[in-house]
């Protein structure tokens, strides 16, 4: 599944650049690095967003390209900010044969947002996630660290009410 690119508009703060700064410092000299900064650059955002991989790449003084490729590449590192509440559908095989796909398909018409996006307000992310090891209560939902097993579309309306603060 491609990674979509955040329609939330960037807001980081001066104290977060200060804590990314010092990152790149202490590791431009050794280029191999540039997972470790970026790692570290989305412990400090939650994300990498554009405007911070383009600090990544100035200051690695690495093509803004090769961070990409990485960010895009790897699994760990996310595009788009979490929102508060993350919500995750399993779309592992036993997940998905029984209607884990209905389930996340509603989730994207309920929510207004696409696969790995979050809602403008920040309140819900949304994420496609491969097997959770939890086949026997599939389809699996997961809301944060709350995990919802055999889903219906009729159980989300309900479920999102338990997160509306």
């Known amino acids: 599944m491609k990674k979509k690119i955040s329609k939330v508009p960037f807001n980081g703060t001066k104290e977060q650049e200060q804590a990314l700064l010092q990152v790149i410092e202490e590791n431009k000299a050794d280029k191999s690095n540039l997972m470790v900064v ?18 990544i790449a100035e200051g690695m003084d690495v093509p803004l390209e090769k961070v990409y490729g990485v960010a895009t590449f790897y699994a760990q590192f996310a595009l788009s900010p979490k929102g508060k509440y993350n919500v995750s559908v399993c779309l592992g095989t036993a997940c998905y044969v029984k209607g884990s796909g209905d389930v996340f398909e509603k989730l994207q018409e309920k929510l207004g947002i696409g696969p790995d996006e979050c809602t403008a307000d920040g309140k819900y992310s949304l994420t496609a996630s491969r097997c959770v090891g939890a086949c026997g209560l599939a389809p699996v939902m997961i809301v944060n660290d709350d995990v919802y097993g055999r889903m219906t579309v009729d159980q989300i309306d309900g479920i999102l009410a338990k997160y509306q603060d």
């Not at 970026?38 to 911070?52: C, H, N, R, T």
């Open 38 to 55: 970026m790692q570290k650059a989305q412990d400090i955002y939650g994300y990498l967003p554009f405007e911070v991989q383009n600090m």
